[in-house]
């Protein structure tokens, strides 16, 4: 991570989000303000990390971090606002949730959200900026989580398996059995089948 120069506040956080092409489910953020006297070590992107790994590394952030809060925009809201603007809604949200207001935002990608405090977007942050890696890792964890859930109502769409994402496995389950309340209805393959 040291490639990254790091702006002169004291109190930043990092944003990031997972959920963007999923197909079904609301797209997660998290906020995290990390704390420099109890350093965590293996911070990255969190799609390099092993799902064991990942969860490790959420349960230690949650302990260590000054702050860190999850932010999220629904399937509902998605389809209103388009995915962009929806994921900049639920990356305010997490910011906004933050128990400790930050000085400064670091956001992954090359967009910032509205905020009331000065930002920096930061492409490919996630693996630059260990306060956005750690942001990843939360949202990511998150995300998985409720897939898992989703998974066990739904069983036959095999959420578990492709966390919402367009698969061929996921596209086959969607013809066969149909849009979820939970599905994205201004996403394509959805759209398709409602219109059809």
Do not use: C
Not at 153 to 178: C, D, N, S, V
């Amino acid at each position: 991570m040291s490639e990254f120069v790091y702006p002169d506040y004291e109190l930043i956080a990092g944003v990031d989000e997972v959920g963007r092409g999923p197909l079904v489910g609301a797209v997660l953020t998290a906020a995290v303000i990390l704390d420099p006297n109890n350093p965590i070590e293996g911070l990255t992107d969190s799609k390099k990390l092993s799902h064991k790994k990942r969860l490790a590394l959420a349960e230690e952030i949650k302990q260590k971090a000054k702050a860190w809060a999850l932010g999220r925009a629904e399937p509902e809201e998605i389809d209103e606002l388009n995915i962009l603007h929806a994921t900049m809604l639920a990356m305010q949200r997490a910011v906004n949730q933050l128990k400790i207001t930050p000085h400064f935002v670091l956001v992954d990608g090359n967009r910032i959200p509205p905020l009331p405090m000065p930002a920096q977007a930061v492409v490919k942050g996630d693996s630059l900026v260990a306060e956005i890696s750690a942001a990843s890792i939360l949202a990511k964890v998150a995300r998985d989580l409720e897939m898992e859930e989703l998974d066990k109502r739904y069983p036959q769409y095999a959420f578990a398996q492709h966390k919402g994402y367009p698969t061929k496995l996921h596209l086959e389950k969607l013809a066969e059995h149909g849009p979820l309340p939970q599905h994205r209805r201004s996403f394509a393959p959805v759209r398709k089948l409602i219109t059809e």
